[in-house]
């Protein structure tokens, strides 16, 4: 059974500061997902990481994916307050493509 | 495009009724998933539909169905409700079944 798991659950954070969400997750897989959650809200896709040793930056934000060691990072620089929200990454398994197994959420806060 | 649409929002239904959520996907997407979110739970998959076939399922008992219809709409409905169904349910589509694009969600609360 795929198990995915982040950390830290929560994160509280001054503005201007630096801090990394790490995602683990236990079985082989070739594409890894990041979205984020508004209270209340739905899931907006963040980023979508397709090969061992990819990255990507949007805004402040950068992604990492290392399928050797099946992990991925989530990179914020110089928190803001508007990026306060909880984010999920999700993992899928090569033939069950459609099944998402999400991580248990790191809720941000970014205090001003 | 349009997005993922879902209705009703919003849903109170009292234990033992059923319930029936409605998904609309992005035009020219295929496939159809199911979430539910819980505090306790968290995110954790239903089912998946594709051209009218259900392709995958999640750990959730019978009382959990859905169908999808040739426009690829899909539904999904709840029987005999119980308190620990109340959740958010989202719905997602996808236009092969991978890269999923979510809805706004059905807040059920059951009583």
């Known amino acids: 059974e795929l198990k995915v798991e982040q950390n830290p659950l929560f994160l509280s954070m001054q503005e201007g500061k630096n801090y990394t969400i790490y995602c683990n997750y236990s079985?082989?897989?070739?594409?890894l997902y990041w979205y984020r959650q508004d209270p209340g809200k739905s899931l907006e896709s963040l980023f979508v990481?397709?090969?061992?040793?990819a990255v990507k930056q949007e805004g402040r934000l950068m992604a990492s994916l290392d399928t050797k060691a099946r992990l991925s990072t989530l990179h914020i620089t110089a928190a803001v307050h508007d990026l306060s929200a909880t984010y999920f990454c999700?993992?899928?398994?090569?033939?069950?493509?459609?099944?998402?197994?999400f991580g248990t959420g790191t809720r941000l806060q970014v205090t001003l | 495009k349009a997005g993922v649409t879902q209705t009703p929002r919003y849903l109170i239904k009292t234990r033992g009724q059923q319930v029936t959520l409605s998904c609309s996907p992005i035009?020219?997407?295929?496939?159809v998933s199911w979430y539910q979110q819980t505090p306790g739970q968290g995110l954790q998959f239903l089912f998946e539909?594709?051209?009218?076939?259900?392709?995958n399922k999640g750990n959730f008992p019978g009382r959990f169905s859905g169908r999808q219809f040739s426009n690829s709409r899909s539904e999904m409905n709840v029987s005999t409700l119980e308190l620990g169904d109340s959740a958010l349910y989202l719905c997602?589509?996808?236009?092969?079944?991978?890269?999923?694009?979510f809805g706004p969600g059905t807040r059920l609360t059951v009583t």
């Open positions: 997602a589509s996808s236009p092969t079944g991978r890269e999923q694009y």
């Open positions: 079985t082989t897989s070739d594409r």
């Open positions: 990481l397709l090969s061992n040793g």
């Open positions: 999700a993992v899928d398994i090569p033939g069950t493509a459609s099944k998402l197994t």
């Open positions: 035009s020219g997407h295929r496939s």
């Open positions: 539909y594709f051209s009218e076939t259900q392709r």
